[in-house]
């Protein structure tokens, strides 16, 4: 027993000082973190320009290089591998970083009069600094250009402001131009009516809570820049150079062989990067604002904050925590049995197409299209873009459990038992089931890393059918609705489709797996697969074994501790690995999920 107190007292201590340090002291120590961070981002600049990860110098290949030099050469510049322009900008944004980084360390930011900069007043200066980088770069496309579809330069071009015009040089000068006006105005307004009153009064007094709603902000703009990128009428939307890139000279020959066979390679990294960037943002920032109203139980002043704080007060509110999340796991499940339901039915009449007599012999496909967006987009859509639609929309509302539970439950877990606080194992709060809570046993911690997990079921049909994968059945299809889908596809992608940047196959969902995971031998000559199927594992293990009082955990030395009383297992019954502490296992959890799900998608994306 004792060693079991002092154990918790330990853990106590741990996670009272990390709830205390991940928070900035003072707004001296967040100018630093944002000034070195700057520095980080040049410094991975310029590593990246010199040292792509490619066995062979002369040649470009990986990620994120290739958006770099793609990036040269859409300004006009040389973007061979280490050419003279490539090693400039490498220069440059060296020599940044370091400027950056002795700013952040050196310079005296403590001395400052930071307190009496409000949220009101910093938002000001970031709305600002958004309309000069707007503006000036509307002024460098109407004074140099870019380069054009020709691969060359264009010059200087006359600024045009139509937002709702054909995309062109002159209208992304003009629109930015536009923008930086507009932007700089609404600076001035917030100067004098900011977020310092009411209900937002209190984001001026903790900078998690600042940090939370700037992430989410983050991840609503990434994720519109990969909307626009898919929905609008040309989805190069400014980002038509990557595809240009990757057929010209400059490119690697892999890169130029990938890109010739299959249109769009280079701006679906882009779309897919902006979307799981989206993603992560929007679960990081859900986290750090549960975890900012968890800490309002422990900090008087943030309490008094958000006594009229509606949020703060339905955390304590069961029977609405139970109607919320009941209505998100009705939308989970009802658009998944809706789309994979569809997806079924018409595989089995994919398979029985040519039989004459048997129970599906005479089954036929259904063909649901996307109303609603041919309504509004006046596109002609698919059953398979049907079916993706609420795939990714299950995905979403699956997603959306883990971060609904961060934010209801992260007063009330297990969790804060550890730190002497109420845990919801009593008749106040049941634990019956997904709406009302499933397996309590799970901490703040925990729900943020379900929440990434969960958001592969977003991110996956997402990919499949960007990447031109018939959603409409799980095989390889040959019926009647495919085959005038892709007539009318071929006559005209640009209406017709909801994507345009990829060739409609006639692989499935399963069959378009298959041949991905077949074309990554090809490609990779087995290396490759190793080292996914070997990171895999180590990521599940990492994900079911390491991590300190955990529910998963637990659950699994209960299985092991039944089989050993069944069957008696011997030794296997008693094996318990070394839990990494708190830190550790957000540190080791964080790099190894974020690396695999990367490197996964990414290969998927090279074939």
């Keep these: 027993m004792a060693v079991a107190s002092a ?20 707004r001296g120590d967040v100018m630093r973190a944002h000034t070195n961070h700057m520095g980080m981002a040049a410094g991975w600049v310029s590593f990246f320009l010199v040292h792509n990860f490619y066995w062979d110098a002369s040649q470009v290949l990986y990620p994120p290089s290739t958006y770099f030099y793609a990036r040269l050469y859409n300004l006009g510049l040389d973007a061979s591998p280490l ?15 370091v400027i950056c980084w002795a700013i952040g360390h050196f310079f005296p930011w403590d001395k400052l009069n930071l307190e009496k900069v409000t949220l009101g007043k910093a938002l000001v200066a970031q709305i600002h600094f958004m309309a000069l980088v707007a503006t000036a770069w509307g002024l460098h496309l109407s004074m140099y250009g870019l380069r054009g579809a020709d691969g060359l330069p264009t010059g200087a071009v006359p600024i045009s402001f139509d937002p709702f015009a054909p995309i062109t040089i002159s209208n992304v000068a003009g629109n930015h131009i536009a923008f930086g006006a507009f932007w700089f105005l609404g600076g001035v307004f917030h100067y004098f009516k900011g977020f310092n009153v009411g209900k937002f009064k209190h984001l001026n007094n903790d900078w998690e809570a600042v940090l939370s709603v700037s992430a989410q902000v983050l991840g609503f703009h990434f994720a519109t820049v990969a909307g626009f990128m898919v929905y609008w009428q040309d989805p190069v939307v400014g980002f038509g150079f990557m595809q240009q890139y990757s057929l010209s000279q400059f490119a690697a020959p892999e890169i130029r062989e990938i890109a010739s066979t299959n249109p769009g390679y280079m701006l679906k990294q882009v779309i897919f990067g902006h979307f799981m960037f989206g993603t992560l943002f929007w679960i990081g920032g859900v986290f750090h604002g549960a975890h900012y109203l968890f800490r309002a139980t422990k900090d008087p002043q943030i309490a008094e904050d958000l006594k009229n704080y509606k949020m703060l007060q339905r955390c304590f509110d069961h029977d609405f925590q139970k109607k919320i999340l009941a209505l998100v796991m009705f939308g989970a499940f009802s658009t998944i049995f809706i789309s994979y339901g569809i997806a079924t039915h018409n595989t089995i009449a994919d398979l029985h197409a040519n039989a004459k007599t048997g129970l599906f012999s005479q089954m036929a496909y259904i063909d649901i299209k996307p109303f609603i967006h041919d309504a509004i987009f006046g596109s002609h859509g698919t059953v398979s873009d049907f079916i993706a639609a609420h795939a990714i929309a299950g995905g979403i509302h699956f997603t959306m459990v883990p971060v609904w539970r961060m934010v209801f439950f992260s007063k009330v877990s297990p969790w804060t038992t550890k730190v002497g606080m109420k845990a919801k194992r009593d008749a106040e709060f ?23 997990f969960f958001s592969l079921q977003i991110i996956a049909p997402a990919w499949f059918w960007l990447d031109g994968c018939w959603m409409g059945s799980f095989v390889a299809t040959s019926s009647d609705v495919y085959k005038a889908a892709l007539a009318a596809y071929q006559a005209d992608p640009t209406t017709y489709s909801l994507h345009t940047i990829s060739v409609m196959s006639n692989e499935g969902y399963f069959s378009y797996i298959i041949s991905q995971t077949v074309r990554m031998f090809k490609y990779y000559d087995g290396h490759m697969i190793q080292a996914l199927l070997g990171a895999h594992f180590i990521w599940a293990y990492s994900f079911s074994m390491l991590f300190q009082y955990r529910g998963s955990r637990d659950e699994g030395a209960m299985v092991l501790k039944w089989a050993h009383e069944q069957v008696g297992l011997g030794a296997i019954g008693k094996v318990y690995n070394r839990a990494l502490t708190l830190k550790e296992g957000k540190a080791f959890g964080t790099l190894i999920f974020y690396k695999m799900t990367i490197v996964a998608m990414w290969t998927l994306m090279m074939v």
């Design 7 to 26: 154990t918790n007292d330990t853990f106590k201590v741990e996670v009272l000082e990390w709830a205390k340090n991940i928070v900035p002291k003072t």
């Design 83 to 97: 050419s003279a322009d490539a090693l400039m900008v490498a220069r440059l944004h060296l020599l940044a970083a």
């Design 430 to 452: 049941p634990c019956l089931g997904p709406a009302y809570g499933g397996t309590c046993s799970i901490s703040l911690v925990d729900q943020f890393y379900l929440a990434i």
